[in-house]
């Protein structure tokens, strides 16, 4: 019989605000956009801020 192997994958999921972050991103570099960086990270920033509050709250209504 034949020893098993293992494989190891990843899966990355790429979400909409990641998407844009990207498209911001090119577009400042090649000189399509004259943005601010904080704009152009700004789709990532929300979500960020986003996912710390929703934590946050979850986090003090868990410790009640």
Not at 14 to 19: E, H, N, S, V, Y
Not at 25 to 36: E, N, S, Y
Request: hydrophobic share 60%.
């Amino acid at each position: 019989m034949a020893p098993k192997t293992k494989t190891l994958t990843f899966k990355f999921k790429m979400g909409f605000t990641d998407l844009l972050t990207i498209v911001f991103i090119v577009l400042k570099l090649t000189g399509h956009i004259a943005w601010p960086w904080l704009l152009v990270l700004s789709p990532s920033l929300i979500s960020l801020s986003l996912f710390l509050v929703l934590f946050i709250i979850g986090a003090i209504s868990a410790g009640r």
